[in-house]
């Protein structure tokens, strides 16, 4: 994993910088989604299944923000999971865009 990808901007690495502020919104906003998605199911694949029943029992009774956050932080390293996600998913997003952009040549 290229963790160099972490430090630079999405729309640099897509080289799509100069779009219209709009679609830069419209795509970071998707973006956003599927990277969320991804940490998401990653932190289920790490927890435990007594973990995964508690967290789903925080969450069903409301839990705070901070409070979620803190069982997270508990159970699995959450800083390190979304570091590295943002950084594979990244990197995933601008090999297809390198693709992309070598079939239209």
Not at 21 to 46: P, T
Not at 83 to 88: P, R, W
Request: hydrophobic share 45%.
């Amino acid at each position: 994993m290229n963790l160099l990808f972490f430090d630079r901007n999405i729309l640099e690495i897509l080289g799509l910088q100069n779009l219209e502020e709009e679609k830069k919104k419209e795509l970071l906003d998707k973006i956003n989604e599927v990277a969320g998605q991804r940490v998401i199911f990653r932190i289920m694949d790490e927890l435990s299944e007594i973990d995964k029943k508690a967290f789903d029992d925080l969450l069903a009774r409301g839990g705070k923000e901070e409070e979620i956050s803190q069982f997270l932080n508990s159970k699995i390293n959450l800083p390190a999971i979304l570091m590295e996600e943002t950084a594979q998913f990244k990197e995933m997003l601008a090999k297809d865009a390198a693709a992309l952009g070598e079939q239209n040549k």
